[in-house]
């Protein structure tokens, strides 16, 4: 399964890298690309071509798929696929997708739509929402770190209320950004949940009080290495449920996929959706 407008074309190489592969151990497969109306019990094995954005569309497409899923990395976002199986070949995934292990993996509920990498309140939502104002300007990698860039001196933190659940424990903040986190990286660069697991049953929230500009240039190289965890002003906890509330719209993004809303609503899936690794 690909999608056509991933990866500036790189999508379209991988292509024919894993259809020739296949081709070779005459395997018989079938390529779908743009609405995907397939069923996907009907077959043995999914190939997803793409980055975390078509991930999230595929796993909101078909969320109660239980077919095993190779991930293939040809979008500008891949941190699922990173925490999935690390830096590897093409070669290399090639063959875990034949013979890798079945793991099932968690994944996250926000408001009914599924993540599999992570949600982003608050400074993250307005990263990803100024890429989408930008975007016919600096695109991928390099369009995210300009909107990171921008942000970090133009976003105003917000105040929230979190109810952890099924505790019913609450604490009202001013934060400039939550992570609830089932990955580790955003961003292709940012550890911001260093802890994180697919297959624990949990999902990692993690909170960033509110922080002058200065601090925030100071701490971001700290946030990029995963080092922020200890830092007096980041609150960090294991959560299956998580409600988060606020008076006004705050930007938020599911996996880079841009949502806006006064309440979040979120739970993890354990063992949701099974991956070769």
Partial sequence: MINPQAGDG????LHKEITA????RQIDFETWEGEWNLEPELYSHIYLIGGDGTLNYFINKFPDCKTPISLFNAGTGNDFFWKLYG???VNAQLETALSGEITAIDAGDCNGRLFLNGTGIGFDGSVVQQMQRESSFIKGISGYYAAVIKSIFSYR??????????????RSDIVFMIAIANGSRYGGDFMIAPQACLTDGYLDFVSIGKVSVIKRLFYLPK?????HLSLPFVYHS?????SIRSEKPIAAHLDGELMISTSFQIKVLPR???FRR
């Fill in 10 to 13: 790189k999508n379209l190489a």
């Fill in 21 to 24: 592969h296949l081709q070779s």
């Fill in 87 to 89: 830096s590897v070949s």
């Fill in 157 to 170: 933190s917000k105040k929230v209320q979190v109810v952890f659940e099924p505790a019913d424990i609450g």
């Fill in 223 to 227: 946030m990029k290495k995963g080092g």
């Fill in 238 to 242: 294991k959560v299956k449920s998580v």
């Fill in 272 to 274: 949701h959706f099974n």
